[in-house]
């Protein structure tokens, strides 16, 4: 217990951001998500209104 004690001060005293990923980098790493997590979701949405209009027999009208 002690030394994890000593551990955190230690890092408090040298600053642990420091040792952190730099922003940038967050920043890239974060905007990369959110894009794939986007992308995701566009093609789930393709996917799902050509499901939708197969099984309303929409697709009828779509091929003539």
Request: charged residues 75%; aromatic residues 0%; proline residues 0%.
């Given at each position: 217990m002690g030394n994890s004690k000593k551990r955190l001060e230690s890092n408090a005293r040298n600053g642990w951001l420091r040792k952190d990923i730099s922003p940038i980098l967050s920043f890239m790493i974060l905007s990369l998500a959110l894009l794939g997590v986007f992308l995701m979701g566009a093609y789930f949405m393709k996917e799902y209104i050509e499901a939708w209009n197969v099984a309303s027999g929409?697709?009828?009208?779509i091929m003539e």
């Open positions: 929409d697709i009828k009208e």
